[in-house]
Structures are given as structure tokens and as C-alpha cells.
Antibody, heavy 124, light 108 residues
Framework: QVQLQESGPGLVKPSQTLSLTCTVS??????????WSWIRQPAGKGLEWIGR???????NYNPSLKSRVTISVDTSKNQFSLKLSSVTAADTAVYYC????????????????WGQGTLVTVSS | SYVLTQPPSVSVAPGQTARITCGGN??????VHWYQQKPGQAPVLVVY???DRPSGIPERFSGSNSGNTATLTISRVEAGDEADYYC???????????FGGGTKLTVL
């Protein structure tokens, strides 16, 4: 059973770069038809999709964050990572990593499973 | 970009049926997925592909999708079903994940 675990600093200063890693266990990040994704949730608010990566390195990002986001993958470590630059207090949120199940065409994709989430606070 | 609209809250008495809607332009042509999120926990997939249930999810959870509205139905609601519920689609034209704003289900 695949499990995901986020790791990284819980506190980032304004204008700096937020960096998180998601470690995949219980299966290879290379196996099957999956994307790998980051999603965030500010306190008391809804879910916001950040972006996704395929193990080939192909990425796509939420247009609202695209200029500041980079998602990368390290298949040798069974990990994928998120970098968000020039952070502000508005980037304070719980950050989740998730596997994206891809079935058939691009119209059938869902997130399962999710990591437990990690709180990142942007503050000086 | 594609927008999904959910009611902020739904209330239901124990044992009754809860229906949570998710509106979107011609959403019936898309595959809709639903997540349950309890306080302090990560979201959990409860329905995928409009109406399929992952293993371990009770049969009380069901989904439908037609026209401009998708619906998550929870039958015989229990206190443990109290949670936030989110619908989700993949916007294939732009290859983006899209979530609804979420609905808080309160069990009276």
C-alpha cells in the first residue's frame, strides 16, 4: 500500500523559498499510470491545487502560482519536491502531496492517497 | 478556468440522507471525484469517476453526475460522517486539477 510523507521546514521567512519533499513508500514512484501532485490548504479554507509532475519530468502548474513554482522528481530516491519562491504570509498553509491516478484520457484523474500534510508558516 | 461551486454547508439529522451538490458548466461531461476531510486530517477519497467507491468506503456513500450538477449522497448519516466534503475534476483542456470550495456537513 503506497504511502506519502511530506517533509521540510515548518517556518519560512518572507521573500524566501519554501522547499518541501514528498517521500513515496510501499511502491515505486515509477510504477503505473500516475502523476504526483502538490496541494495546499490555508487554515480554515479550501483545497488549492499547486501542480503535478510525471516521472518523465513533465510538469504543469496552477496558473495563479506558475511564476513561482517548481516541482521536480528524484526517481532514485522515490521522492518528488516542491519549491515556491518569493513567499508571503498568503502562502502560509498546510501542504499536501498526493498521488494522481490517471485512467485513460486526461479527463479521469483523481488524488489517492494523500500524505498527512505539513504546516508551513511564512513569518519573519 | 473551470469553476466548481458547492454550498458552504449542509445539515442533516442522524439516519437521514445528505445530498451535497457540485455545480459546473456541463459537469456531466466530466469525471467527478469526492473527498472527505475531517478536522486535522488529510482528505480521503470517498467516490471517484462520478459513482465508484474505493475499497473500504461504506456503500452509504454514492455519487451521480448529470447536466450541470454532480451530487454526493450519504445515506443513513452517522455522527462520524460530519466533515468537509470537496468535489474535484481534472480540466483536461488545460491539464489542471480543480477543487470545489468545499461543503461542511453537520450532523444535527
Amino acid at each position: 500500500q503506497v504511502q506519502l510523507q511530506e517533509s521540510g521546514p515548518g517556518l519560512v521567512k518572507p521573500s524566501q523559498t519554501l522547499s518541501l519533499t514528498c517521500t513515496v513508500s510501499g511502491g515505486s514512484i515509477n510504477s503505473g499510470s500516475y502523476y504526483w501532485s502538490w496541494i495546499r490548504q490555508p487554515a480554515g479554507k479550501g483545497l488549492e491545487w499547486i501542480g503535478r509532475i510525471y516521472t518523465s519530468g513533465s510538469t504543469n502548474y496552477n496558473p495563479s502560482l506558475k511564476s513561482r513554482v517548481t516541482i521536480s522528481v528524484d526517481t532514485s530516491k522515490n521522492q518528488f519536491s516542491l519549491k515556491l519562491s518569493s513567499v508571503t504570509a498568503a502562502d502560509t498553509a498546510v501542504y499536501y502531496c498526493a498521488r494522481v491516478v490517471v485512467v485513460g484520457s486526461l479527463s479521469r484523474l483523481w488524488f489517492d492517497p494523500w500524505g498527512q500534510g505539513t504546516l508551513v508558516t511564512v513569518s519573519s | 478556468s473551470y469553476v466548481l461551486t458547492q454550498p458552504p454547508s449542509v445539515s442533516v439529522a442522524p439516519g437521514q440522507t445528505a445530498r451535497i451538490t457540485c455545480g459546473g458548466n456541463n459537469i456531466g461531461s466530466k469525471s467527478v471525484h469526492w473527498y472527505q476531510q475531517k478536522p486535522g486530517q488529510a482528505p480521503v477519497l470517498v467516490v471517484y469517476d462520478d459513482s465508484d467507491r474505493p475499497s473500504g468506503i461504506p456503500e452509504r456513500f454514492s455519487g451521480s453526475n448529470s447536466g450541470n450538477t454532480a451530487t454526493l449522497t450519504i445515506s443513513r448519516v452517522e455522527a462520524g460522517d460530519e466533515a468537509d466534503y470537496y468535489c474535484q475534476v481534472w480540466d483536461s483542456s488545460s491539464d489542471l486539477g480543480v477543487f470545489g470550495g468545499g461543503t461542511k456537513l453537520t450532523v444535527l
